[in-house]
Every structure is written in structure tokens, then in C-alpha cells.
């Protein structure tokens, strides 16, 4: 089975401007969640998307909007860039069990840098 | 506000030493956890995880934790490791009935052959 894959792989933009990033979870997976990772960090937590629902977000701010589709692939979209942006940006997928999102599996990520 | 945090950002062991990285997390209910394992150029990988029951958990590779409930601990241990241990080790936890996982910081290991 394929893993989590997202695109594109690396990016430069510059302040100010928008980008949007791409993710498709495992097959059978319908949470998509969107991680932050500075360089010397863990992951921090961006979004959570069930079922084209924004499920849970973090301390991001609005600048950062996501959305999921009808196949269950996400778009992280981020304007108005910032230096600080600069990142690893992650998706994960997971499957929903009774207990609710159960063990996420990481994409290989999108490196965006800001200049 | 809810963290994880790990001790030891580098750890550096020679072949066959034992590992343990610490992992502790402030959150008063149940959680679920989990270590991931980032190898060099590699991305997130599952290592284990503890959701219930037995506190002693097994994972890929020799690996293994133990869920302390009341020094809210989760900390990862290994025998003997190997140089192609040698990786990122991050530990998350999940707040039960929430959909938010928060990652500690990170632990680099480099072990040397």
C-alpha cells in the first residue's frame, strides 16, 4: 500500500506571498492532520480534518486555512508568508477507530522556505 | 497548557550500549502515546505506541517503553543498540477524546560503530 504522499516535495516563495500544499492519506484513512516543523523542533500541530470537517486546530494563525475533499486528500494553504514560515509542513493520515483517530503515519513533507 | 517534554536532546552511544530517552507530559487525563523515529533523510515513523493495558509496550526494532501513570513518563529503552539506530527520536502524546497529538522537542541519537 502506499504511504502518505504530499507535493510538492520543496518550495521558495517569498514574503507575502501564498502557497498551498498538497496531501493523500493512506488508502482507507479519513483524518488528515497538518503539522509545523522548524528545524531543531517536534512537530506542532497545525490541523486536524475528518470527513471534510475542520475536526481540531492549534495555535496557528488565520493566515493558515486547510480543507479536505470528497477523496479525503487535504490542501494546507498559508498567505501573507513570513520569514518565520519557513518549515517542514507534514501531513498525516490515520484511521478512525472506536476509540477515534487512532496511530498517525507521516507523509515525507513539503520544505517550504521563505526568503 | 499541555507539553512533552524530553530530557536529552543528544544522546551519543557507542554499539551494544543500552538506551533509555526520557519522555515526560503534563496532562492530568488519559492519553494515548507514542514514539516516532525519524532516520537520517527518512520521514516519521511509528516506533511504538500505548493506548491501554499492559504499561510495558514493544515496538519495531528491539525497542521498547514503559508507561509510569504517575510520574507521567513514557520512556523509551533498548537493550543494545546499533549504528543504524543512530536517528531522531521524538515522543507525542494524544489527549484522549482530543484530536490534538503535541510532540516533544526531540532526542538525537548518533551511535557510534
Known amino acids: 500500500d502506499a504511504g502518505v504522499t504530499q507535493s510538492p516535495t520543496h518550495l521558495i516563495k517569498t514574503r507575502g506571498q501564498q502557497v498551498t500544499l498538497r496531501c493523500s492519506p493512506i488508502?482507507?484513512?479519513?483524518?488528515v492532520s497538518w503539522y509545523q516543523q522548524v528545524l531543531g523542533q517536534g512537530p506542532q500541530f497545525i490541523f486536524q480534518y475528518y470527513e471534510k470537517e475542520e475536526r481540531g486546530r492549534g495555535n496557528f494563525p488565520d493566515r493558515f486555512s486547510a480543507r479536505q475533499f470528497p477523496n479525503y486528500s487535504s490542501e494546507l494553504n498559508v498567505n501573507a508568508l513570513l520569514l518565520g514560515d519557513s518549515a517542514l509542513y507534514l501531513c498525516?493520515?490515520?484511521?478512525?477507530?472506536?476509540?477515534?483517530?487512532?496511530?498517525?503515519?507521516f507523509g515525507p513533507g513539503t520544505r517550504l522556505l521563505v526568503l | 497548557a499541555q507539553s512533552v517534554s524530553q530530557h536529552n536532546h543528544h544522546v551519543i552511544l557507542s554499539e551494544a550500549a543500552s538506551l533509555e530517552l526520557g519522555c515526560n507530559y503534563s496532562?492530568?487525563?488519559?492519553?494515548?502515546l507514542f514514539w516516532y523515529v525519524q532516520y537520517p533523510g527518512q520521514h516519521l515513523q511509528l516506533l511504538l505506541k500505548y493506548f491501554s493495558g499492559d504499561p510495558l509496550v514493544k515496538g519495531i526494532k528491539g525497542f521498547e517503553a514503559e508507561f509510569i501513570k504517575s510520574k507521567f513518563s513514557f520512556n523509551l529503552r533498548k537493550p543494545s543498540v546499533q549504528w543504524s539506530d543512530t536517528a531522531e527520536y521524538f515522543c507525542?502524546?494524544?489527549?484522549?477524546?482530543?484530536?490534538?497529538?503535541?510532540f516533544g522537542t526531540g532526542t538525537r541519537l548518533k551511535v557510534l560503530a
Open positions: 496532562y492530568g487525563g488519559t492519553v494515548n
Open positions: 488508502s482507507g484513512h479519513k483524518s
Open positions: 507525542a502524546v494524544n489527549p484522549r477524546g482530543t484530536y490534538k497529538y503535541i
Open positions: 498525516a493520515s490515520s484511521f478512525e477507530g472506536f476509540r477515534g483517530p487512532e496511530t498517525q503515519y
